[in-house]
């Protein structure tokens, strides 16, 4: 679904003059969901700089928390995710599960945890970063149903829209939650105040990417970076085994039809969405 265009004005400098100049650019963001794994970081590595190139891309933000063997994200692999040419790492429910990360986290510039974890964790609960002479900040919030308790996702993000009044060009929000109804709830309760409402954390990818009424992009599920072949990415039979006897089983990472999927978001100089595309890219497509 697509909107109207407005236009950027761009000022160049050329030989000490200066000349104004209307564009129709807009800026692209690419929101890449849950990087699982190897399978998924060695795939990202592999086809996020012709990605880049090929769609234009000005921003890259991935959500990483199951980038260490499914669960959590290392320091290390915050690095070789960022070289792999993602800007901003976002995280979800494995945040703390990769033992120690707690006390690297505010060390880490370009990592934000959820922002509706108890106010005493360390970590940032947003980012603001700068392209192209656009300052877009991104914020994760949990969901409460079917999850762990947490302080509210919908007065969480609204803290954190507001600490952000003025100063960011657009806001990119992530619910990474169970509920499809929370995931569309939170949709509708920020439409028109962010470019963005992504959902993650149920790794399969939906088909409602839309622009929302109030120019908000949005869609229910991004789904994972990593093995579909799976049971949301770990291996079928001892996730099949475990519904039925309910014993306790080690979970591997999966391996095969290791896909990307992610958003395509173009936002213009309103700091809302004109366009939103589900981009799934597999080994062989
Ligand atoms: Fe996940
Ligand atoms: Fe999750």
Not at 115 to 142: M, S, W, Y
Not at 247 to 259: G, I
């Amino acid at each position: 679904m697509r909107r109207s265009k407005l236009r950027f004005r761009v000022i160049f400098i050329v030989a000490d003059r200066m000349t104004e100049v209307i564009t129709d650019r807009v800026l692209k963001v690419l929101f890449v969901g849950d990087i699982v794994g190897r399978p998924g970081r060695t795939w990202l590595k592999e086809c996020l700089g012709a990605l880049r190139e090929e769609l234009e891309i000005d921003l890259v933000i991935a959500n990483a928390e199951n980038a260490a063997a499914g669960a959590g994200i290392t320091t290390s692999l915050v690095q070789e995710i960022q070289a792999a040419g993602v800007d901003g790492i976002t995280l979800g429910d494995h945040v703390w599960d990769q033992r120690g990360f707690e006390k690297e986290i505010d060390r880490l510039e370009r990592v934000c945890r959820p922002a509706n974890l108890d106010p005493v964790c360390p970590g940032r609960d947003h980012l603001v970063i700068e392209t192209k002479g656009q300052r877009v900040a991104v914020f994760t919030v949990l969901g409460r149903n079917f999850m762990k308790p947490r302080d509210c996702p919908f007065r969480a993000a609204d803290r954190v829209i507001q600490s952000l009044d003025g100063q960011v060009d657009a806001i990119l929000a992530e619910i990474h939650a169970e509920a499809t109804s929370e995931k569309v709830a939170f949709g509708r309760y920020l439409e028109g105040r962010v470019a963005a409402v992504l959902g993650t954390h149920t790794h399969v990818p939906t088909a409602d990417a839309a622009i929302l009424p109030k120019g908000t992009a949005y869609i229910t599920d991004v789904g994972m970076t990593g093995p579909y072949d799976s049971v949301i990415g770990r291996d079928v039979a001892p996730v099949v085994s475990g519904f039925l006897d309910g014993l306790p089983r080690r979970f591997s990472v999966a391996k095969d039809d290791v896909r990307l999927s992610a958003v395509l978001i173009e936002i213009d100089s309103s700091g809302l969405a004109q366009d939103i595309r589900l981009i799934v890219k597999g080994v062989m497509s």
